[in-house]
């Protein structure tokens, strides 16, 4: 699939905002995220009612509505429309986002019916590798691309120094009701103000990549992706429950089985038996009392870490989602208030520190099977409606795996348009994942790589 880009150029806030911050200084949390993009794709079809005749002023209609009303919205979110400085700094200068127009020569349908469709997803944002946020100095960029048949997809490169995944959500939505009420702010402003410490340098060996680093894979990274629907999700709940955990939630038992299999697929491949240890992504605003409002900005996420596996044991789906559980369960309350305020550095620096340690003791002892887990699940991004409806598909593509030769494994969970099931990304060396991509259990409840556009979860946004 060859995208070519049309137009290139900066867009700034509608008009200046004065009594914003012209710094915004990073949280430690802030501070502990790696330094890269968070990508996320939205396509969104054709409208089949539109004769073809008239498709192309339609499109440069919507053209035109995407940058006004993102124009507009820069207003309230100030930071992604500045400069990166350095390392605890943002610029809010209003110099504007980086923003791309592209277009293809095939419709949507044939882009799914591609077999390898979701290979193509990175050249559906800017052309710029995720891992180089510092490099220039763009928090936000962004890439409208139109396909032949009128269908639209909007990829997004947030820098993870401003926003984490629930914060880039709310952007996308606040720039989604903007666009479809005639350019009115939204009724939940962005806020920017956060209870962790800010300006003030961390140590380098007490961010997220200390953590990550010491697990980094040499080899070709190979990605597959997995739908559970519905009716699986039935299953696999009712699977994974027990008198400790009556109710696992989607993500529990997704997560769980997915160690489970894994650890399969790295015993075969390395031909010994090692625990499975993880880290998930927790979203500290829904552990707060009370919890933190979605429109807070930044970063608020921490790492629960749990150890799911033992050596010559065979640990079953209910005792692993119990063990989730209890990891995820210690981010709790108290947790977030401890990083809270001037003394949360000190917190901070503690659990970090512990974090880490824990991950290199167990790596160092007896060899573990590291993989990260993230959850974009509850995020709202189906619902993402920029005037002409919500997208059938959302993308997380972290770019081609083609050329990798430097990584960490990793997995993704996100909603359907339903909510109701998982669709996962998984991002694995390619001689694990061809073992994985075949465990029997996996493909009991999985689909392997599926065509959005033929299942019924799906056909509803068609």
């Known amino acids: 699939m060859e995208v070519e880009i049309i137009s290139t150029q900066l867009i700034k806030p509608s008009c200046p905002t004065p009594t914003h911050p012209k710094t915004h200084n990073l949280s430690i949390i802030d501070q502990f995220m790696p330094s890269i993009y968070i990508p996320m794709v939205l396509f969104y079809p054709a409208d089949h009612i539109i004769p073809s005749t008239i498709d192309s002023n339609i499109t440069q209609q919507r053209l035109k509505q995407l940058k006004e009303s993102l124009s507009q919205v820069l207003t309230q979110f100030y930071p992604f429309a500045g400069r990166i400085k350095d390392k605890i700094t943002i610029d809010c200068n209003d110099e504007g986002v980086y923003y791309t127009e592209a277009k293809v020569s095939c419709s949507l349908v044939e882009f799914f019916n591609h077999a390898n469709f979701a290979s193509f997803t990175h050249k559906l944002l800017p052309n ?92 070709k990274l190979a990605m597959r992706r997995f739908l559970f629907d519905e009716e699986a999700m039935s299953k696999l709940k009712a699977q994974g429950s027990s008198l400790t955990v009556q109710n ?26 090692r625990p499975s240890l993880l880290t998930h992504a927790v979203n500290m605003r829904l552990r707060a009392s009370p919890n933190f409002p979605k429109s807070c900005m930044g970063n608020y996420v921490w790492l629960a870490l749990a150890s799911m596996g033992e050596k010559e044991k065979v ?39 512990q974090l880490i340690e824990s991950a290199s003791n167990g790596a160092q002892t007896s060899g573990v099977n590291y993989v990260h887990y993230t959850s974009w699940s509850n995020f709202g991004l189906y619902e993402v409606d920029y005037g002409w409806g919500k997208p059938i598909w959302v993308s997380c593509t972290s770019g081609s795996a083609e050329d990798s030769t430097l990584f960490f494994n990793s997995i993704i969970l996100m909603d359907t348009p339903s909510s109701k099931g998982i669709e996962v990304w998984i991002y694995l060396n390619e001689d694990e994942m061809s073992i994985l991509q075949q465990d029997k259990e996996l493909l009991t409840f999985a689909a392997l790589d599926p065509n959005p556009l033929q299942l019924k979860d799906y056909i509803s946004r068609a």
């Not at 939505?173 to 800010?198: I, V």
């Not at 769980?256 to 075969?268: I, P, Q, Y």
Request: with cysteine.
């Open 128 to 219: 710029q590798t995720i891992w180089d946020t510092a490099t220039e100095g763009y928090p936000t960029m962004i890439q409208v691309t139109c396909f032949a048949c009128g269908g639209m997809v909007i990829g997004t490169l947030i820098s993870h120094m401003i926003a984490d995944g629930a914060a880039a959500s709310f952007f996308l939505s606040s720039w989604g009701s903007t666009s479809k009420s005639e350019f009115q702010h939204a009724s939940a402003l962005p806020n920017f103000d956060t209870p962790f410490l800010k300006n003030v340098a961390c140590p380098k060996d007490t961010n997220v990549m200390a953590l990550c680093g010491q697990f980094l894979n040499m080899g």
């Open 248 to 273: 696992p939630t989607r993500v529990e038992v997704v997560t769980s089985l997915l160690c489970k299999c894994s650890a399969r697929a790295f015993r075969e491949n390395h031909g010994l038996e």
């Open 315 to 353: 640990i079953e789906l209910p005792e692993l989602v119990i063990k989730l559980r209890e990891a995820l369960k210690s981010i709790n309350s108290e947790f977030v208030k401890s990083l809270e305020g001037e003394g949360g550095l000190i917190k901070y620096c503690e659990v970090s520190k």
